[in-house]
């Protein structure tokens, strides 16, 4: 991914007290940040289908990410809840059993009681800045050749997983 530059110049000036004299001072900070990568618009329908999460659900995956805050943060307590569902038609229940699909599936991250962390690969909001280092954090999977499965990232200790088993690698 090609980086953009940005140069930052801040001239500060001072004056020195006993000869009157001015004294200035050029900072110039140069440092690059990412740049946004291409993207293509992924309905909401879609994202259902490639992760094979219930049907007629993508308004509940909607209404969850209408929530999500600048820091990438889903927070959800009793009263936000019900009122995902009264917009939605569906019980808390069904809103419960759809929170832990999307856990399951690796979608979202449950960052505390009632907090959730969407995959900033999939979903991001606010600067492209932030959400870059939300997805350098994010976990990482990968396979071997002979089909184990090692997780890795700022979420989770580095695991090798083969036959539902955890194991320190």
């Known amino acids: 991914m090609s980086s953009k530059r940005i140069i930052s110049q801040k001239c500060v000036e001072t004056f020195d007290r ?3 004299e001015v004294k200035e001072e050029n900072k110039v900070t140069v440092y690059s940040v990412p740049k946004e990568p291409a993207y293509i618009k992924l309905y909401l329908e879609d994202i259902g289908k ?6 007629n659900s993508s308004s509940l995956l909607y209404e969850l990410l ?3 805050d600048y820091d990438g943060l889903i927070s959800l307590n009793s009263t936000n809840k019900k009122m995902i569902c009264k917009r939605t038609g569906y019980k808390v229940q069904s809103l419960d059993n759809y929170l832990q699909n999307l856990i399951k599936n690796e979608l979202f991250i449950r960052e505390g009681r009632g907090v959730f962390k969407p995959d900033p690969h999939l ?5 492209w800045s932030e959400i870059h280092k939300r997805r350098e954090a994010w976990i990482k999977v990968s396979y071997s050749t002979d089909g184990n499965r090692s997780v890795q990232g700022g979420f989770v200790d580095s695991s090798v997983v083969k036959g539902g088993e955890n ?3």
């Not at 490639?50 to 049907?55: G, K, M, S, V």
């Not at 979903?123 to 600067?127: N, R, S």
């Open 123 to 127: 979903f991001g909001k606010g600067e």
């Open 50 to 55: 490639l992760y094979e999460l219930p049907n």
């Open 167 to 169: 194991e320190k690698v």
């Open 66 to 68: 209408r929530r999500m």
């Open 18 to 20: 006993e000869t009157g």
